[in-house]
């Protein structure tokens, strides 16, 4: 089954930009999708497609993803942005989705 | 605007069955693959199965068969059992929506916490 690994956290000052990464065995010829998960709630979309943002996610939140890594970066990080991220991809060889770890971000 | 809601016991007793319910509102089942994904206490997102709309369903292998995903779309709901559950299966059950030929989950209900506990 494909591994997906993820840092357990970053940390990042307000307004500075905050980068997590998703590793995985040549991720860049995979489809990475990210979730944003607060407290208490459901995970929230907030990148599909490595870097196709949903509707009425900020521009402050962008993908990308090249050879084994993929990465979400959000800049300009608010307080509100304190959360868990997950990476996810489909695994074409079970035909089942993989999560990441999760990254918890810390606003400072 | 699509909302899932999950239902059903928040207890269930050592080696008997979990069974959950998502209802799905301001949306139609036709087109679509609901999943459910469940997080344990502290832990990541572990994928359980999905149903597509037509009824054809799959499972996450390491369940080992325990899990059962089925559909009523007179009632615009799909269900989750879970037999022979254990402490290990306490965690947060989440229902998710997929659109067929897409790889990722766009709406997700809020979230039901099942306790295994005698």
């Known amino acids: 089954s494909y591994v997906l690994t993820q840092p357990p956290s970053v940390s990042v000052a307000p307004g500075k930009t905050a980068t997590i990464t998703c590793g995985g065995n040549?991720?860049?010829?995979?489809?990475v999708h990210w979730y944003q998960q607060k407290p208490g709630q459901a995970p929230v979309l907030v990148i599909h497609y490595d870097s196709d943002r949903p509707s009425g996610i900020p521009e402050r939140f962008s993908g990308s993803n090249s050879g084994n890594t993929a990465t979400l970066t959000i800049s300009g990080v608010e307080a509100g942005d304190e959360a868990d991220f997950y990476c996810?991809?489909?695994?074409?060889?079970?035909?089942?989705?993989?999560f990441g770890g999760g990254t918890r971000l810390t606003v400072l | 605007q699509v909302q899932l809601q999950e239902s059903g016991p928040g207890l269930v007793k050592p080696s008997e069955t979990l069974s959950l319910t998502c209802t799905v509102s301001?949306?139609?089942?036709?087109?679509?693959?609901w999943s459910w994904i469940r997080q344990s206490p502290g832990k990541g997102l572990e994928w359980i199965g999905d149903i597509f709309y037509i009824g054809s369903t799959n499972y996450n292998p390491s369940l080992k068969s325990r899990a059962t995903i089925s559909l009523d779309t007179s009632k615009n709901q799909f269900s989750l059992n879970l037999t022979s559950v254990t402490a290990a299966d306490t965690a947060v059950y989440f229902c998710?929506?997929?659109?067929?030929?897409?790889?990722?989950?766009?709406?997700w209900g809020q979230g039901a916490l099942v306790t295994v506990s005698s």
């Open positions: 301001g949306g139609s089942i036709s087109g679509y693959y």
């Open positions: 998710a929506r997929r659109v067929a030929g897409l790889y990722f989950f766009d709406y």
């Open positions: 040549n991720i860049g010829s995979e489809a």
């Open positions: 996810q991809v489909w695994d074409s060889s079970s035909d089942h989705p993989v």
